[in-house]
């Protein structure tokens, strides 16, 4: 088959509705992907089919009158590339971050084109079509570029292919500017442009790729996020503490200082309260603690859920004093968030044991905290045991103030 400026057109304007049947079938059948991945090929597909009607009127033009296949064909074609960046930030955000830019770019033209000085001069009607086009193009490439770090394939399909667009538009920008073409058809007897044909034609079956793609990285992403969390605190989970832990030490080996921090708190007697109220109420009091743990978090730190109410907390570059102090303003925090979640009918506190020290091994590290929290709970719980970290085997624990007065037992 020749290649010519008719049969390059026309194969694109089929490229174009496939590509919208293809995107807007999978939005409208894949019910089981996520609502705002399928509104966002929704969106993509409508653009596309604004892309195909435009070329349409476009390929009629002199046998329409000028209103249609001018004014109008442009107009759909700007108002669907305003649609593919927010298609892009639903997709990747869940939120429609741009809809200012299809109405702007519609009514923009529409007003312009209402002047004769713009409808009469090609040259500015193209600066105008192809310059808004290529702003459109630029935002999803900058949407792309917030999620080439979790989507790496799918966010480069799409980079490549928005790039490739944006190149187009430049072409045509720049052919128009150095030669006076008679009229717009007449431009695609160039080789360039004839060139840029080809390149959409490839841009055009690369974006329905690459927002397939999307889907699939995301769904991997969402069960990888899922098996690094514990599913009620929403922490990373042991495994994945325990990892980022060990990267985050190794890291230090580079800097000055070398000592770190480690710190595990436990919920006291979060089995009576289970036993009592209910696995609802247990749950809720480890999300609480979840939350507010993760507010208090200084930079750098690691915090995570290591088993049943007991969680860990690494904090890099950290000494005694400093740990000692996040760890009674969580404390504090969390006792009087669970007595006004619980009206004042509970009193739930925390054990802490702390380990600080250089060049000592997670695993050790970890043993030495567990063994000062051992004690705190050992000497009735709502307090804080710290350790020098010698790492000589010998553990010496010291007794910080505790955040509020030791629990009395009951004696009945």
Not at 169 to 196: C, D, K, M, Y
Not at 398 to 406: L, N
Request: charged share 15%.
């Amino acid at each position: 088959m020749i290649l010519d400026p008719r049969t390059l057109y026309a194969t694109i304007t089929v490229a174009y509705f496939a590509g919208a049947f293809l995107l807007g079938g999978m939005a409208l059948l894949l019910t089981s992907s996520p609502r705002h991945i399928r509104f966002g090929w929704g969106l993509w597909a409508v653009a596309m089919l604004l892309s195909g009607a435009c070329a349409i009127l476009i390929g009629l033009r002199n046998i329409i009158p000028d209103i249609f296949s001018i004014a109008l064909a442009n107009a759909l074609m700007l108002f669907g590339f305003g649609l593919r960046p927010n298609a892009l930030s639903m997709i990747n955000s869940q939120k429609l971050a741009y809809q200012w830019l299809p109405f702007i770019a519609f009514f923009g033209w529409l007003t312009f084109y209402l002047m004769p000085w713009f409808r009469e001069d090609l040259v500015l009607r193209v600066l105008y079509a192809n310059s808004l086009s290529t702003i459109a193009m630029g935002l999803c490439v900058w949407e792309c570029r917030k999620t080439i770090k979790t989507q790496k394939i799918s966010s480069w399909v799409l980079i490549i292919f928005c790039s490739l667009d944006i190149l187009i538009r430049l072409n045509l920008i720049v052919s128009h500017l150095q030669t006076r073409f008679p009229s717009f058809e007449a431009s695609f007897t160039t080789t360039s442009i004839l060139t840029g044909l080809v390149v959409l034609l490839v841009a055009i079956i690369l974006q329905v790729a690459g927002l397939g793609i999307v889907y699939f990285e995301q769904v991997k992403q969402r069960y990888e996020t899922e098996t690094l969390r514990e599913p009620i605190t929403g922490l990373r989970n042991r495994r994945a503490f325990y990892d980022a832990c060990q990267i985050k030490i190794s890291g230090l080996g580079f800097r000055k200082p070398l000592g770190y921090a480690l710190v595990t708190f436990e919920i006291d007697d979060l089995k009576s309260i289970t036993e009592r109220y209910g696995h609802s109420m247990s749950e809720a009091f480890l999300r609480l603690f979840g939350s507010i743990g993760t507010k208090h978090l200084p930079p750098g730190a690691e915090f995570g859920h290591l088993r049943d109410d007991q969680f860990g907390l690494l904090l890099p570059g950290a000494d005694q004093t400093k740990a000692c102090a996040i760890a009674q303003r969580i404390s504090r925090t969390f006792t009087t968030e669970c007595a006004t979640a619980s009206s004042r009918q509970l009193t739930v506190t925390l054990s802490v044991g702390v380990f600080c020290g250089d060049n000592t091994p997670f695993e050790r590290a970890l043993e030495i905290a567990n063994h000062c929290l051992r004690h705190a709970l050992a000497n009735g719980g709502n307090q804080i045991v710290t350790n020098d970290g010698s790492g000589d085997g010998g553990v010496k624990s010291e007794t910080v103030s505790p955040p509020f007065a030791p629990r009395q037992k009951s004696t009945g």
